[in-house]
């Protein structure tokens, strides 16, 4: 191989990753400390931005040098590099320069609107921008394959290898098993008065809980940072910067821990990439599905499980102890893992949660598929909330408006949720298998094991691996809902004495 053109070839990708950085970096500060007036200039340089990054990637003379690195003798690092940033070309060079920077522009833009309607409660001040969104996702898909439905590709980007088709089985199959389940809880007997945690808990004390909880799971703060935002979310903005943003209330602290929890399980995935791997393209995340299988586990799997608690329930008698004092621990484990249906998606137990998404995922899908309005989105997701749930939000910010991810442009996005999941408890199976051990491992509070365990066969390779090619080497094969369905009817079912 030509040691000039490999040098270019290093060069040009290191700088395509670091408009990604900084671009992260200008999201980051839009969502969580950038001043209301500044927004505007902000969608600009990110659009600025987005159309430097899209000529970088979408650079003739770049393709050309990739396409010759195809014919050469390269290591498996080399081959998935040249592969991925083929990719991006194909993808990309098919949408024309401008259109790609109004859409740009318009993402930036649109979820800075989000944030005043859901303030202001008014879907109606962001419903032309939502239309607009839709509108060129359904462009692009057009430019990239007319023959491939735009929802399907927007699925491809987040989960590879999932269609709806696959999607709508798994969901169809949670739908089957979770319904009835919550029937008979609802006729259950068993009761506590949980009422406590809706009780003020300082913003300051919950704070420190959030840090207690995400040192508790690995999360190293010299790589990472805590924010405060409308919408949780975390950052890895490279393995070495890995930041997470929570929402505060003061009336909600179960909220707030297992968004630490959550985003927290996000943080530790990118800090635990190899540093081998830094601006070379794959050092990321290689799924969306596989990324939240990874928050999903440690906020769910290991977050509800009764021997965490037994290890952190002091935390909340030591800082709120007028409230906590006289809670008893099986009082505050039932509070943390009770089962009853809410409006607002991360408030929601692990059985209703997964309803919430299967929600999104129907009602986007339609929206693609020309069967839904933008229009008639607020009611038409009351009304599902309404058949699938029970309830139905007065509110639009309480409603359609609650999640910004369509918001930002993110379509497809959704389902990964659900998707990881079910990862999540087929990867609680794998590590069950090295150790079984796994529930004493929990309660010695020797979670490191299990960090390790995950760096080990998940985290350290980035995109090196596909999520199959990350199950098969576990023994997994392919996605299945069964012991996720399996995990929850035998821990809710224990919790409620069915």
């Known amino acids: 191989?030509?040691?000039?053109?490999?040098?270019?070839?290093?060069?040009?990708?290191?700088?395509?990753?670091?408009?990604?950085?900084?671009?992260?970096?200008?999201?980051?500060?839009?969502?969580?400390?950038?001043?209301?007036?500044?927004?505007?200039?902000?969608a600009t340089i990110q659009g600025t931005l987005s159309k430097e990054l899209y000529l970088l990637q979408t650079d003739p003379a770049f393709a050309k040098e990739l396409q010759h690195l195809q014919e050469q003798n390269l290591n498996q690092l080399q081959q998935k590099q040249v592969q991925h940033y083929l990719n991006i070309y194909q993808k990309l060079s098919a949408v024309p320069l401008e259109d790609y920077h109004q859409f740009s522009v318009l993402k930036a833009s649109t979820h800075a609107l989000w944030s005043q309607a859901r303030e202001q409660n008014e879907f109606k001040l962001v419903e032309d921008n939502l239309q607009q969104l839709i509108h060129m996702h359904k462009r692009f898909a057009e430019y990239r394959n007319p023959h491939l439905a735009p929802y399907e590709q927007l699925l491809e980007e987040y989960e590879p290898d999932v269609s709806s088709e696959t999607i709508d089985s798994l969901f169809q199959q949670i739908k089957d098993a979770i319904l009835p389940l919550l029937i008979k809880i609802k006729r259950s007997s068993v009761t506590h008065d949980t009422s406590f945690l809706n009780k003020p808990f300082s913003i300051k004390n919950q704070q420190k809980l959030g840090k207690?909880?995400?040192?508790?799971?690995?999360?190293?703060?010299?790589?990472?940072?805590?924010?405060?935002?409308?919408?949780?979310?975390?950052?890895?903005?490279?393995?070495?910067?890995?930041?997470?943003?929570?929402r505060y209330d003061e009336h909600n602290v179960k909220l707030a821990a297992f968004m630490f929890l959550h985003e927290g399980g996000h943080s530790i995935y990118n800090q635990q990439i190899s540093s081998d791997l830094l601006d070379t393209g794959l050092g990321a995340y290689t799924s969306m599905g596989l990324h939240e299988s990874q928050s999903l586990f440690w906020e769910r799997i290991i977050g509800k499980h009764e021997g965490f608690w037994r290890n952190h329930a002091h935390l909340f008698k030591e800082l709120e102890p007028a409230i906590y004092g006289d809670i008893s621990f099986e009082t505050l484990y039932f509070a943390l893992n009770?089962?009853?249906?809410?409006?607002?998606?991360?408030?929601?137990?692990?059985?209703?949660?997964?309803?919430?998404?299967?929600?999104?995922?129907?009602?986007?899908?339609?929206?693609?598929?020309?069967?839904?309005?933008?229009?008639?989105?607020?009611?038409?997701?009351?009304?599902?909330?309404?058949?699938?749930?029970?309830?139905?939000?007065?509110?639009?910010?309480?409603?359609?408006?609650?999640?910004?991810?369509?918001?930002?442009?993110?379509?497809?996005?959704?389902?990964?949720?659900?998707?990881?999941?079910?990862?999540?408890?087929?990867?609680?199976?794998?590590?069950?298998?090295?150790?079984?051990?796994?529930?004493?491992?929990?309660?010695?509070?020797?979670?490191?094991?299990?960090?390790?365990?995950?760096?080990?066969?998940?985290?350290?390779?980035?995109?090196?691996?596909?999520?199959?090619?990350?199950?098969?080497?576990?023994?997994?094969?392919?996605?299945?809902?069964?012991?996720l369905i399996n995990y929850l009817k035998k821990k809710y079912e224990g919790l409620y004495k069915l």
Do not use: C
Request: zero cysteines; charged letters at 20%.
């Open 338 to 483: 009770e089962v009853t249906p809410s409006l607002i998606r991360l408030q929601a137990d692990d059985l209703t949660y997964l309803l919430h998404i299967i929600i999104r995922y129907e009602l986007e899908r339609d929206l693609f598929a020309d069967k839904l309005r933008v229009s008639d989105l607020p009611s038409a997701w009351n009304a599902k909330y309404e058949a699938y749930l029970g309830i139905k939000p007065e509110t639009d910010r309480d409603g359609v408006l609650q999640d910004g991810h369509w918001y930002g442009g993110a379509f497809g996005y959704f389902p990964s949720y659900n998707l990881g999941f079910i990862y999540a408890a087929q990867l609680r199976e794998a590590v069950i298998k090295d150790h079984p051990d796994f529930d004493e491992i929990i309660s010695s509070q020797n979670l490191s094991l299990i960090a390790d365990w995950k760096k080990l066969h998940i985290h350290q390779y980035g995109k090196l691996k596909t999520p199959r090619e990350i199950l098969t080497s576990l023994s997994i094969g392919r996605i299945d809902a069964q012991p």
């Open 1 to 42: 191989m030509n040691s000039d053109i490999r040098l270019h070839t290093k060069e040009h990708i290191a700088t395509i990753e670091h408009y990604k950085q900084a671009l992260s970096l200008l999201s980051w500060d839009a969502k969580t400390s950038a001043p209301l007036n500044s927004q505007k200039q902000h």
């Open 212 to 246: 207690h909880l995400l040192t508790a799971i690995g999360y190293n703060f010299k790589s990472g940072q805590i924010g405060t935002t409308t919408h949780p979310f975390s950052a890895g903005i490279h393995p070495q910067d890995a930041r997470l943003a929570v």
